[in-house]
């Protein structure tokens, strides 16, 4: 293996490692945290829709939609008029 080569595989081996760190991060995270279906106000939800509806955060297009969640404190979903699963 020639020098440039080595380099290469040292910082590919990096960003790989980089990148499993940043995701154990954001998994602690939200280990207490719950998905939380129905409260999110438009354009802030979380992630995809359950029903496919759009594909990504902050996508949502109407407030408390059933189908689209947002992240909040495990044990105020339902406190705050949610649901723990889509509707």
Do not use: R
Not at 61 to 80: F, H, I, L, R, T
Request: overall charge positive.
């Amino acid at each position: 293996m020639n020098k440039q080569t080595a380099l290469v595989a040292v910082a590919l081996a990096g960003l790989f490692a980089s990148g499993i760190g940043h995701a154990a991060d954001a998994m602690d995270k939200n280990m207490d945290k719950e998905k939380c279906f129905g409260v999110a106000k438009a354009g802030q939800n979380d992630c995809a829709s359950a029903a496919g509806s759009h594909s990504c955060a902050g996508q949502s297009k109407k407030d408390n939609d059933p189908k689209s969640w947002k992240y909040v404190a495990k044990g105020s979903c339902e406190k705050m008029g949610g649901t723990l699963k889509a509707m």
